[in-house]
C-alpha cells in the first residue's frame, strides 16, 4: 500500500522521528513523507514511532492510498527531495 504520512512533533524529538521515518519511506518535504510500504512494514513503522511520540504533544496524520492509479501529484514551487519512485 502506499501511505502519506504527515507529522507535526514537539522540536526535542523532531530529528529522530526525521531520521525514522527516512529508514522506511522517502521525504518529499518538511515534515512529510510518502512511499510504498508492505503491512510489515508499516506495523514496524509504527512500532518504532509510538517509542518516540507523545500522544499529548505531537500529531501524525496518515493517508493510505490503495491504489495508485486514479491518483495524481503535482508540485508548484520547488521539490524538496527529487526522487524517482513517487506518484
Known sequence: MYYILVYDIGEKRVQKVHKLMKRYLNWVQNSVFEGELTKGQFEALMTDLRKLLKTDEDS????????????????????????????
Do not use: Q, S, W
Open 60 to 87: 501524525i496524520i496518515i493517508y493510505k492510498l490503495g491504489n495508485l492509479k486514479y491518483t495524481e501529484r503535482e508540485i508548484v514551487g520547488i521539490e524538496k527531495n527529487i526522487t524517482d519512485n513517487l506518484l
